[in-house]
């Protein structure tokens, strides 16, 4: 691992959490040891403190003869080697005990105080002094009395806290700092792995997905939504292909014609008459080209959505009475029969939506022109309405040869076309054109039917 | 001689629309930009401008508020790329008579410049009269001589509304917009659907024809000889 490769783990959020718990961890072990430290400390010195003060009260309360050997005798049983004392006449030389010479430090008020004591009658480490909890008192007969306490039981409680500091909080900080650095490290790689498929993705490869390790942590949710969002893209990518070159191809047809006519036309039109009719079937083409210019740029326009502001109810039966008004001469021309059926016929208004009335004509015109053009002849063409709780729905139904189940979703894509109706004339906007105002509107599209025969049903809201 | 102002930026579009209007017998002038039209137009000789949205300088919109904020009501044309639904009401909102998207037929064009420059008045007739028409706007009745015409309530008003237009074009797109409402271009061959029904109601067999195709464009009605 180089040095940067270490900024960079250690840089992770991972990491710096990680840090950051043991750290917090270790100054609260700090402190409950130093409490731990402090509370035994005070007992261990208390205790002591309560052996030098009763042994001073007691040889001081004796009788004044007994006291030099009160102390020895107390200086004698002392097996851990840990007890000092000494008697001192008042002209402070040594009466008797084990500690030679007066000491400085400790005041006589019979209280216990910490104290260096020495040097010592029995000393083994040379002259060093020791350092006790003392106490020195007057006797009454004017002798001082000085008794010491080792108090190295004291270093050893704070050396077994220290090591058990040691022992504890050491490896545990160590422990959360590798634990830190290996999940930041596992962090880092999964991260590296997102970095890496998003880096191809940037460059056109839609079909590349984040990695899921299918543990449903975070990260994995995370790559899971992109993943999804990815989905979609990839299938409007393909969408937007598809239209673009449909756009291309079915521009292509028309203006191809344009051309071999404007070329016949100018090599062979021998009078203006017959240039005129050349140029008639020109304009045609080129009129054909422009419909889906505009069909396209029209399907943009409701798409957008600007359109949404200026909802407002609308009353869908009229909807379906205008639009079979207008479609009628178009079937009877081709003996189609079309039939309008309303929940309430008399009614003079009948289920509203919020929507834009214009272009709810202009879809449902739509679908009766595709119904009226693949039905054969001497059938009907049903446009109804029916209510239900919450939504209203609007029907059209045909004895065409239907959209195969496969195909249904993708006849609303732009351009879209079965291969059955590639012979039919129509620029194969019409379904997007429907999808795109029902969409609008939040409403929904369903195809239904069974061949032959199609259904296209529109559920509406009701507002 | 009646003539035309066009304020169009497009070179080549201002050149085929004046030669064309020169070609049926209009006076036309043309200014190239928002500033110079609105000058031209306030000089207040053309019968009626067609304008163009997108104009260097001053805004096609711009120039019909300008004139029609100084009370010039020389009728107005709108020529415009944007074909949105609310960029046409916005255009018919600033004072423009009528809205055409680009690309357009120049006929249509030629169709809508007639109609506006013989706008019919609105007067309170009761009956109309065509040759051997005759509407009662009332009674809500049609004849034919002596012979009465049973007419659905949309071929009345389809009928009316050519017998104002007597010999004028009307065109597919005029009539959705106007008969229907319908403020969108459904199938081309809708409106003639209907045209042919009620041409079919008003010629019975062996009289003259009184309504006729446009070639390509749309309708006219106009009175035998």
């Keep these: 691992m180089t040095r940067d490769d270490l900024r960079a783990l250690t840089g992770t959020m991972t990491f710096r959490w990680t840090l950051a718990i043991a750290t917090g961890f270790t100054a609260m072990a700090l402190m409950l040891f ?3 430290y402090w509370q035994t400390a005070v007992r261990e010195r208390n205790r002591i403190d309560g052996i030098v003060l009763t042994e001073s009260r007691s040889i001081a309360e004796a009788p004044a003869a007994d006291a030099a050997r009160r102390l020895e005798d107390w200086l004698l049983e002392d097996l851990h080697e840990v007890r000092y004392g000494a008697l001192f006449a008042p002209d402070g030389a040594r009466v008797t005990g084990n500690i030679l010479t007066l000491p400085s430090g400790l005041s006589p008020d019979g209280l216990a105080h910490r104290a260096e004591v020495g040097p010592l009658a ?23 009395l000085v008794l010491g306490y080792d108090i190295d039981a004291l270093d050893e409680v704070q050396e077994v806290i220290l090591r058990a500091l040691g022992l504890s909080v050491v490896p545990a900080l160590l422990l959360s700092l590798v634990a830190g650095a290996v999940l930041a490290r596992r962090g880092q790689r999964r991260i590296a792995a997102v970095h890496e498929a998003v880096g191809r993705i940037v460059h056109g490869d839609l079909r590349e997905r984040l990695p899921v390790h299918g543990t449903s942590d975070n990260l994995d949710k995370v790559a899971a939504a992109v993943n999804g969002m990815l989905d979609q893209i990839e299938q409007l ?8 070159d449909s756009i291309a191809h079915d521009l292509r047809t028309p203006l191809t014609r344009v051309r071999t006519r404007l070329e016949r036309g100018r090599d062979e039109a021998r009078t203006r008459a017959e ?10 083409s080129v009129d054909q080209a422009l419909a889906i210019v505009s069909a396209v740029l029209r399907i943009g326009e409701i798409e957008h959505g600007r359109r949404r502001a200026a909802f407002a ?3 869908l039966a009229g909807v379906l009475r205008d639009a079979t008004e207008l479609y009628e001469p178009v079937a009877e021309e081709k003996a189609v029969v079309l039939r309008l059926q309303l929940p ?10 919020s929507g834009d009335r214009d272009l709810l004509l202009e879809a449902v015109g739509n679908l009766l022109d595709n119904a009226i053009k693949f039905t054969p002849p001497d059938t009907d063409v049903t446009l109804s309405l029916h209510t239900q709780p919450g939504e209203v729905r609007l029907c059209v139904a045909d004895h065409g040869p239907g959209i195969p189940v496969a195909e249904r979703d993708r006849v609303l894509q732009r351009f879209y076309r079965t291969e059955k109706s590639r012979t039919v004339a129509g620029s194969g906007l019409g379904l997007s054109l429907v999808a795109a105002v029902v969409s609008l509107h939040g409403f929904r599209l369903l195809i239904g039917g069974k061949e032959p025969g199609c259904t296209v049903e529109v559920a509406c809201r009701i507002p | 001689m009646t003539r035309l102002l066009v304020i169009e930026d497009d070179a ?19 200014a190239m930009t928002g500033p110079d039209g609105l000058a031209l137009a306030q000089a207040g000789s053309a019968d009626l401008l067609v304008v163009d949205r997108m104009l260097p300088g001053l805004d096609g919109l711009a120039v019909i508020e300008a004139l029609r904020a100084v009370g010039i009501r020389t009728p107005a044309l709108v020529l415009s790329a944007l074909d949105g639904v609310d960029e046409r009401v916005r255009g018919l909102r600033a004072g423009g008579d009528d809205y055409l998207g680009k690309p357009f037929a120049l006929a249509e064009l030629a169709a809508r410049v007639e109609a506006l420059l013989r706008r019919p008045a609105n007067e309170p007739e009761t009956v109309l009269r065509v040759g051997p028409l005759e509407l009662d706007l009332v009674a809500r009745t049609a004849w034919r001589g002596k012979r009465q015409l049973d007419l659905l309530p949309r071929e009345f008003r389809l009928l009316e509304y050519m ?9 597919r797109a005029m009539l959705f917009e106007d008969v229907w409402s319908y403020r969108f271009t459904p199938k081309s061959n809708l409106v003639d659907v209907h045209m042919g029904r009620l041409r079919r109601k008003l010629d019975a067999a062996g009289e003259p024809e009184l309504l006729s195709n446009v070639r390509g464009i749309g309708f006219v009605l106009e009175a035998p000889l």
């Design chain 2, 12 to 30: 080549e579009m201002a050149e085929e629309v004046t030669g064309y209007f020169r070609g049926r017998g209009y006076e036309v002038d043309c």
């Design chain 1, 122 to 144: 029995r000393d083994r480490d040379g002259d060093t002094n020791e350092v006790v909890r003392g106490v020195a008192r007057w006797l009454p007969d004017g002798r001082l």
């Design chain 1, 344 to 353: 309430e016929p008399g009614a003079t208004a009948g289920p509203m939506v």
């Design chain 1, 237 to 244: 990518v393909e969408e937007v292909r598809g239209v673009s």
């Design chain 1, 275 to 284: 240039f005129q009719a050349m140029a008639d079937r020109a304009i045609g």
């Design chain 1, 313 to 315: 109810p609308v009353d």
């Design chain 2, 163 to 171: 017998m104002r237009r007597v010999g004028q074009t009307a065109t």
């Design chain 1, 34 to 36: 130093a409490f731990i």
